[in-house]
């Protein structure tokens, strides 16, 4: 069951990335994160209260659970700040992946904590970090007849718009899968963790957003429908996650779930045409290649 809940973890956040790109646009990206991170807290809120459960895992769950879950919740908000940054600023062919490579961080904090690998994995966890390096070269040549004008027009490598952001978001939600696998999930279940995620996002953000004297309006018109959208993907990507790490292994769900970049590309192939160079073709591949080893 972990391999379903993983793999439908990226379903789900590969449709939500992909939806991301235009909200952030649009709206900006903590905006849209204040929003879709409201839209989740409010319908996992109705959920609790009915259930019955955010009583129950308030009064049994100790004080310890609660403070990782807090740290957790942090974590994975000044993550998704960065991954949504990437998304608005970056091409979502490029971004996405090297953002998923957080399923390398993931393992490797799981087996330092205990948890075993195959040799095959952990050539899986080396093809990832490979590849993020390569997706985010791009050529960069001089004009036509140029060449050997000057040095500086030589034909070099640089890190095309987003990269930065994305490779903090791989780091912070590397940190996230992770504790919460083992530190957060075992003590305040599967639903718990994922409201408390974004009751403490919400928190963040809005002061931020007033301190910073930036708007808070909510969104109109087709956009709600876009927050709506990101809101419900990304919630169920983040159950099926929490429900995998319940039932089974923290790798495996991490890498998995890490699959939504190929979601994200496959989208951003089919509607929006981008295009990619050859090496960075080739780093894709050798990340999306990585990721299947570590499953093994």
């Known amino acids: 069951m972990d391999i379903v809940f993983g793999l439908l973890s990226a379903l789900s956040f590969g449709s939500a990335d992909f939806i991301a790109r235009f909200s952030t646009r649009i709206l900006g990206v903590k905006r849209t994160l204040?929003?879709?991170?409201g839209f989740g807290f409010l319908v996992l809120m109705l959920y609790l209260l009915l259930t019955g459960d955010?009583?129950?895992?308030?009064?049994?769950?100790?004080?310890?659970?609660?403070?990782?879950?807090?740290?957790?919740?942090v974590i994975y908000t000044l993550g998704y700040l960065c991954l949504y940054r990437a998304f608005a600023v970056g091409q979502m062919s490029v971004v996405a992946p090297i953002a998923s490579s957080y399923a390398a961080?993931?393992?490797?904090?799981?087996?330092?904590?205990?948890?075993?690998?195959?040799?095959l994995q952990w050539l899986g966890i080396i093809a990832v970090l490979a590849g993020a390096v390569l997706a985010t070269?791009?050529?960069?040549?001089?004009?036509?007849?140029?060449?050997h004008v000057m040095p500086s027009t030589k034909t070099r490598r640089r890190l095309p718009?987003?990269?930065?952001?994305?490779?903090?978001?791989?780091v912070g939600l590397?940190?996230?899968?992770?504790?919460?696998?083992?530190?957060?999930?075992?003590?305040?279940?599967?639903?718990?963790?994922?409201?408390?995620?974004?009751?403490?996002?919400?928190?963040?953000?809005a002061p931020l957003m007033l301190v910073r004297r930036e708007s808070l309006a909510p969104p109109r018109g087709s956009i709600t429908a876009l927050v709506v959208g990101i809101g419900i993907f990304d919630m169920a990507g983040m159950l099926f996650s929490t429900l995998g790490f319940a039932v089974g292994s923290i790798a495996i769900v991490s890498v998995l779930s890490s699959l939504y970049s190929a979601v994200s590309i496959l989208l951003a192939w089919l509607l929006l045409r981008e295009r990619l160079q050859k090496?960075?073709?080739?780093?894709?591949?050798l990340l999306l290649a990585g990721i299947a080893l570590t499953n093994l």
Do not use: D, N
């Open 279 to 285: 090496v960075q073709w080739s780093g894709i591949a």
């Open 105 to 119: 961080v993931s393992v490797l904090l799981s087996v330092i904590s205990g948890e075993r690998l195959a040799p």
């Open 137 to 147: 070269l791009q050529k960069s040549g001089p004009a036509a007849g140029t060449e």
């Open 161 to 170: 718009p987003g990269v930065f952001w994305a490779l903090l978001a791989a």
């Open 34 to 37: 204040f929003y879709t991170q």
């Open 174 to 205: 590397g940190v996230t899968f992770w504790l919460l696998g083992f530190a957060v999930t075992p003590g305040m279940g599967s639903i718990v963790p994922v409201w408390l995620f974004r009751l403490v996002a919400a928190c963040m953000i």
């Open 54 to 73: 955010l009583v129950y895992y308030t009064t049994h769950a100790s004080w310890q659970v609660w403070c990782w879950g807090l740290v957790c919740a």
